[in-house]
């Protein structure tokens, strides 16, 4: 049974990848702002929702291994595998607000995140500083946007769907992946149990591989119907709400203890992070093409290795 609900989970996940990229493009026409915005907000918003309620459900039931975990490992595999896979699919582009602003937002919150957790807990106020600067993200790139396209004079495409059923359809995709993701998780969890995992090498390598396949799905599909800014702009907004949004809202529900062991795990996270900028400069120029989408791969499969052989 677990392997039926396995492969059911994937279904689910493209099914509801490909709608929530079409209802948010279409309501970026609406709200006249960029796909790169909605790909920052929305759309990172709605794919990182599995990440937010497993971690939630792991903090109340006693298991903070699972909860902080499940969002190193997913930051890890949005930049190596998630974001590797879709440029081995398609040569994504770099605009100058991804590297100025997306990514060093990014950055900051994963060193951040680094330095609250050195003494082994992370704090109510750290938690509560968490959710103001998520706030101040999504604020902030929703103003930019609005400033850029009225100074570029932006001619912006017919919405594909109204105003209501456009958001009507992404609350309908974003359960769509939450299920999925749920019964993915759950089922992967049960088979990696039975082998004697540790709970911290269940949260980093298949809880956050099953709940980034949201971020998989919606990337590769944005990737093949070419709204490129959808992509990365999910990847890196899905890191930063990882982040801020889940260990931030996680915190304020429920006191959170850092494994020592973890501090390796965030180490690769802030890594991948450094690489991930490295591939984006020159930016203007520069994009992540090919051979780069393989060495991330290539990068995320020798993670795996490296935490399941310890």
Same mark, same amino acid.
């Given at each position: 049974?677990?392997?039926?609900?396995?492969?059911? =989970?994937?279904?689910?996940?493209? %099914?509801?990848?490909?709608?929530?990229?079409?209802?948010?493009?279409?309501?970026?026409?609406?709200? *006249?702002?960029?796909?790169?915005?909605?790909?920052?907000?929305?759309?990172?918003?709605?794919?990182?929702?599995? $990440?937010?309620?497993?971690?939630?459900?792991?903090?109340?039931?006693?298991?903070?291994?699972?909860? +902080?975990?499940? %969002? +190193?490992?997913?930051?890890?595999?949005?930049?190596?595998?998630?974001?590797?896979?879709?440029?081995?699919?398609?040569?994504?582009?770099?605009?100058?607000?991804?590297?100025?602003?997306?990514?060093?937002?990014?950055?900051?919150?994963?060193?951040?995140?680094?330095?609250?957790?050195?003494? =082994?807990?992370?704090?109510?106020?750290?938690?509560?500083?968490?959710?103001?600067?998520?706030?101040?993200?999504?604020? *902030?790139?929703?103003?930019? #946007?609005?400033? $850029?396209?009225?100074?570029? $004079?932006?001619?912006?495409?017919?919405?594909?769907?109204?105003?209501?059923? #456009?958001?009507?359809?992404?609350?309908?995709?974003?359960?769509?992946?939450?299920?999925?993701?749920?019964?993915?998780?759950?089922?992967?969890?049960?088979?990696?149990?039975?082998?004697?995992?540790?709970? *911290?090498?269940? !949260?980093?390598?298949?809880?956050?591989? =099953?709940?980034?396949?949201?971020?998989?799905?919606?990337?590769?599909?944005?990737?093949?119907?070419?709204?490129?800014?959808? !992509?990365?702009?999910?990847?890196?907004?899905?890191?930063?709400?990882?982040?801020? =949004? +889940?260990?931030?809202?996680?915190?304020?529900?429920?006191?959170?203890?850092?494994?020592? $062991?973890?501090?390796?795990?965030?180490?690769?996270?802030?890594?991948? !992070?450094?690489?991930?900028?490295?591939?984006?400069?020159?930016?203007?120029?520069?994009?992540?093409?090919?051979?780069?989408?393989?060495?991330?791969?290539?990068?995320?499969?020798?993670?795996?290795? +490296?935490?399941?052989?310890?």
């Amino acid at each position: 049974m677990d392997y039926f609900y396995l492969i059911l =989970g994937f279904a689910v996940l493209l %099914v509801s990848g490909n709608l929530l990229v079409k209802s948010a493009v279409s309501l970026s026409s609406h709200f *006249r702002i960029s796909t790169l915005v909605i790909g920052a907000t929305v759309v990172s918003l709605g794919t990182s929702a599995p $990440e937010l309620v497993v971690s939630i459900g792991a903090a109340l039931k006693n298991h903070p291994d699972i909860a +902080i975990g499940n %969002v +190193i490992g997913s930051n890890i595999s949005n930049i190596a595998l998630v974001l590797g896979l879709t440029a081995i699919i398609i040569k994504i582009p770099v605009s100058k607000t991804t590297v100025r602003f997306d990514w060093l937002y990014m950055m900051f919150a994963s060193i951040l995140f680094f330095l609250f957790v050195l003494n =082994g807990r992370l704090s109510f106020p750290e938690g509560l500083i968490f959710i103001i600067l998520l706030l101040v993200f999504i604020f *902030r790139s929703i103003r930019q #946007s609005r400033m $850029e396209m009225s100074r570029l $004079e932006h001619v912006f495409e017919k919405a594909r769907y109204s105003f209501t059923l #456009s958001v009507i359809l992404i609350v309908l995709s974003s359960a769509g992946l939450f299920i999925g993701a749920s019964w993915l998780v759950g089922s992967a969890e049960s088979v990696a149990l039975r082998f004697g995992v540790s709970e *911290r090498v269940i !949260s980093v390598t298949i809880i956050a591989f =099953g709940t980034s396949l949201p971020e998989l799905a919606t990337s590769v599909i944005a990737a093949v119907k070419k709204q490129l800014d959808v !992509s990365i702009g999910n990847i890196i907004g899905s890191n930063i709400f990882n982040i801020l =949004g +889940i260990l931030g809202v996680t915190r304020m529900i429920k006191s959170l203890e850092v494994n020592i $062991e973890m501090k390796f795990d965030v180490v690769w996270m802030l890594a991948l !992070s450094i690489l991930l900028l490295l591939f984006m400069l020159p930016y203007g120029k520069a994009s992540i093409n090919r051979w780069k989408g393989v060495a991330l791969f290539v990068t995320y499969i020798f993670y795996i290795f +490296i935490v399941f052989r310890t």
